[in-house]
């Protein structure tokens, strides 16, 4: 599944490249074509991400929603909608303005919402580290939210309630830098430890977007390790641990697949 990250990526590639744009939108498998009509041909004043949602607001107050889940896909074209590729496979929608285009393959959600549904579904959501904080309200939040609960943070950090945009990569790599085990309930977890999590995935997130693949070893940025190596602990079960060579763990965690160096994370 995508993480925050390649969400806000997304965002960013509509906001330059489609913002202010009258864009045309249709249904090539169909499933999506009655909500394709009420926003087809209407100026895009607005693209953001919270978490792994997208939200394309247009000039008839209307808001397209867009949540990839699994298997979700986009495919983007520096051409107009008339050079674009043959549509092939299941297109649920297919995007167009005057240079640009795009398709978007098997969402689990992907509907045009009014203001009051956008609403609801942002108060749902929890605090995202890509979108701006300056106040450190949000940071607290998140602290908040943790600590109120005797949810092990592993589980707090997959809850889209309490932090936004967080999946099993970042997750696992949050937990082993932070030197926190899966499994510790969030109520024991102290708030300077939380914050510097919160930070952390500030810095590791926001080099996501920049990069545009998910980097969690410092060593990576300085050019000392290989695109391969890139992680710590995620999939990388059975192998020695980076820091003290024991074997990094794999488990089930709540129907997920969990990863963590049982030594470096007691």
């Not at 298997?71 to 649920?92: C, D, I, L, M, T």
């Amino acid at each position: 599944m995508p993480e925050g990250h390649s969400i806000h990526r997304v965002a960013n590639t509509f906001e330059s490249d489609y913002l202010n744009s009258k864009v045309k939108i249709f249904s090539p498998q169909g499933r999506f074509e009655s909500d394709a009509k009420l926003v087809s041909g209407r100026k895009l004043v607005q693209s953001t991400a919270i978490g792994k949602q997208l939200f394309l607001g247009f000039d008839n107050e209307l808001t397209l929603r867009i949540h990839l889940g699994i298997y979700g896909k986009w495919n983007f074209y520096n051409v107009p909608v008339s050079k674009a590729p043959e549509v092939w496979g299941a297109v649920r929608a297919r995007f167009g303005v005057t240079n640009f285009s795009c398709d978007l393959r098997g969402p689990t959600v992907c509907e045009v919402i009014d203001q009051e549904g956008v609403n609801l579904v942002r108060k749902r959501l929890g605090p995202d580290p890509l979108n701006p904080d300056p106040t450190g309200s949000e940071a607290l939040k998140f602290v908040a939210k943790v600590k109120s609960s005797r949810a092990p943070i592993g589980a707090a950090l997959m809850n889209q309630a309490v932090i936004s945009g967080i999946g099993n990569v970042y997750r696992a790599e949050l937990l082993f830098r932070a030197g926190l085990n899966p499994k510790t309930p969030g109520e024991k977890i102290s708030e300077d430890q939380l914050l510097a999590i919160w930070d952390d995935c500030v810095k590791l997130m926001r080099i996501g977007v920049k990069k545009g693949i998910m980097l969690t070893r410092d060593d990576y940025l300085t050019g000392r390790v290989l695109l391969a190596d890139r992680y710590f602990v995620y999939k990388r079960e059975g192998l020695p641990c980076r820091v003290c060579n024991k074997k990094v763990v794999l488990e089930e965690f709540l129907a997920r697949k969990l990863y963590y160096c049982s030594k470096c994370q007691k």
